[in-house]
């Protein structure tokens, strides 16, 4: 599978942004699909993850905050980011895996396919 990450942009702080993961595949709804970020000089990080059941899982920071969803019927999947702080600035990437595992789904290592990621910017 393919995926394209788009959305991102500069926004206040406050402010919201809506970030889309595309992508291609007929067998998309199999996959489960996550969020994760990468601030300069940091790790990447975990975001938020929607299994193909449509569970849906968060870290500590998106609690509240972020809600991610999908759209089988689209191939999309969304993370709509309010109430944002300068400390989400960071590259957003989407990845995608088949048989990824509760235990494995907030470890990047585990995600087999990636997108190019997508720039936000939060300014203060």
């Known amino acids: 599978v393919q995926l394209q990450a788009s959305g991102g942009g500069l926004v206040q702080a406050g402010g919201s942004l809506r970030l889309s993961c595309a992508a291609s595949g007929r067998t998309f709804s199999m996959y489960t699909i996550a969020w994760f970020r990468q601030a300069p000089g940091k790790e990447r990080e975990f975001v938020s993850v929607?299994?193909?059941?449509?569970?849906?899982y968060y870290s500590d920071f998106g609690k509240g905050r972020f809600t991610i969803s999908r759209d089988n019927a689209k191939n999309t999947v969304y993370l709509q980011m309010n109430s944002l702080k300068p400390e989400d600035t960071a590259v957003y990437y989407c990845?995608?895996?088949?048989?990824?595992?509760?235990?494995?789904?907030?470890?990047?290592?585990?995600?087999?396919?990636w997108g190019q990621g997508t720039q936000v910017t939060v300014s203060s």
């Open positions: 929607i299994r193909r059941t449509a569970s849906t």
């Open positions: 990845a995608a895996d088949q048989s990824i595992i509760m235990s494995a789904m907030t470890s990047s290592q585990y995600y087999a396919y």
